[in-house]
C-alpha cells in the first residue's frame, strides 16, 4: 500500500450570531478556502445560510492557477452577479508585465474590458526598495522594481490610456 499526499489543504471557518432572546444561532456564514501543498490560495467560497431554504447560498467564489514558477496567471471571481477574470503575464524575470480584466457579455462570451502593462526597472531589485508598502503588493509583484503602469479601458470598441503611474528611485546612503 502507498500513503499518497493530498495536492491541497481546505479550511473552514463558520461564524453565526447567538441571539440569547430566542435562544437560536441567526446570520451564519461559511469561509471556505482550499491551499496548494505550497500554500497558495487555490479555491475560497463565502456562503450564506437561509433559514427559509434551509440551504447554503454561495455569494463569493475566487480560484486561481498558477505557473510552473508559482506566479498566479489566473484569478476567476463570481460574485453575486457579476463574474471576471484576471489573466497575468510575466516576463523571464517573473516581473507581472500585464493584467487582462475579462468579463463576460449578456451571451456569455469572455471578452477583455481593461488592461495593464507594467514596466520594470532591470537595475534595481524590488526587494532594495525601502517603501514598497507605498508601491503596492499587486503591481509590484515580481524580481525589479516598477518603472511604470499604464492601465487601459475598454471604450466604444477601442482600449484607451485612462491611467499613467511612474516611478523614480534614489539611493539612500
Not at 89 to 118: M, V
Request: net charge negative; with cysteine.
Amino acid at each position: 500500500m502507498q500513503k499518497t499526499q493530498p495536492e491541497f489543504r481546505r479550511f473552514t471557518n463558520l461564524r453565526c450570531r447567538w441571539n440569547a432572546a430566542k435562544s437560536e444561532w441567526r446570520g451564519c456564514h461559511k469561509n471556505m478556502r482550499e491551499e496548494t501543498e505550497q500554500g497558495r490560495l487555490k479555491y475560497a467560497v463565502s456562503s450564506l445560510w437561509h433559514e427559509e431554504s434551509q440551504r447554503w447560498e454561495v455569494v463569493f467564489e475566487n480560484e486561481l492557477s498558477y505557473d510552473a514558477r508559482g506566479k498566479v496567471i489566473k484569478n476567476s471571481e463570481t460574485s453575486e452577479d457579476e463574474r471576471r477574470e484576471y489573466v497575468y503575464g510575466y516576463d523571464e524575470a517573473g516581473n507581472n508585465i500585464s493584467i487582462t480584466l475579462r468579463e463576460p457579455d449578456e451571451s456569455g462570451k469572455w471578452h477583455e474590458t481593461q488592461r495593464t502593462q507594467n514596466v520594470f526597472e532591470r537595475g534595481i531589485l524590488a526587494h532594495d526598495v525601502l517603501d514598497r508598502g507605498f508601491i503596492g503588493d499587486y503591481i509590484a509583484a515580481g524580481k525589479n522594481a516598477i518603472k511604470s503602469s499604464k492601465q487601459y479601458f475598454l471604450k466604444d470598441g477601442e482600449f484607451k490610456l485612462n491611467e499613467t503611474r511612474e516611478w523614480f528611485y534614489g539611493k539612500c546612503e
